[in-house]
Antibody
């Protein structure tokens, strides 16, 4: 059973960089066909996809965040990371890491999620 | 403003049936498959329906999905209090870039 766990600071100052890491257990991040994603949820709001990375390092980002986002992968540690720079209060949200998989499916889906971590942007 | 449109809330009595709609366009639902996610209070979303109408093996057949044109629908029968949650639809949108995931704003289900 694949498990994901987010880690990182819960408080970030405005204009600084938000940095989170997702540790994958119960499976290899290098397994073919899986894309490793970051998704956020503003307080009381819906889900917003941030972007994802393939184990090769290929990335896809939400165009609305692309200028501020970097997602990287460390296959040796079975981890992938999110960096969001120049944060403002509008970036306060619960950040989830998730696996886009679905080997038995016709179309991609998010089948494994971390528990989420609240990041507050405040001075 | 979410790309996919869902009603903010729906409600029904225990044992009854409810449907949740998800409306999009040709750049998303119209040309892609839809998945649905259930988010119980205080927890992460979990997969409920994929490929428009397929259920993971652990999801009871009280949950169903369908798609027609640029809209998708989640159906829940035999409502239970444990079904109270937020429900989200999701798919790709190709209007800006390939593999760009979009979600609905979520629908809060209340079982009266």
């Amino acid at each position: 059973q694949v498990q994901l766990q987010e880690s990182g600071p819960g408080l970030v100052k405005p204009s600084q960089t938000l940095s989170l890491t997702c540790t994958v257990s119960g499976g290899s991040i290098s397994s073919g066909g899986s894309y490793w994603s970051w998704i956020r949820q503003h307080p009381g709001k819906g889900l917003e996809w941030i972007g994802y990375i393939y184990h090769s390092g290929s990335t896809y980002y939400n165009p609305s965040l692309k200028s501020r986002v970097t997602i990287s992968v460390d296959t040796s540690k079975n981890q992938f990371s999110l960096k969001l720079n120049s944060v403002t209060a509008a970036d306060t949200a619960v950040y989830y890491c998730a696996r886009e998989g679905g080997e038995a499916a016709t179309f991609p889906l998010f089948d494994y999620w971390g528990q989420g971590t609240l990041v507050t942007v405040s001075s | 403003q979410s790309v996919l449109t869902q009603p903010p809330s729906v409600s029904a009595a225990p044992g009854q049936k409810v449907t949740i709609s998800c409306s999009g366009s040709s750049s998303n639902i119209g040309n892609n498959y839809v998945s649905w996610y259930q988010q119980l209070p205080g927890t992460a979303p979990q997969l409920l329906i994929y490929d428009n109408n397929k259920r993971p093996s652990w999801i009871p057949d009280r949950f169903s999905g369908s798609k027609s044109g640029t809209s998708a629908t989640l159906g829940i029968t035999g409502l239970q209090t444990g079904d109270e949650a937020d429900y989200y639809c999701g798919t790709w949108d190709s209007s800006l870039s390939a593999r760009n995931w979009v979600f609905g704003g979520g629908t809060k289900l209340t079982v009266l």
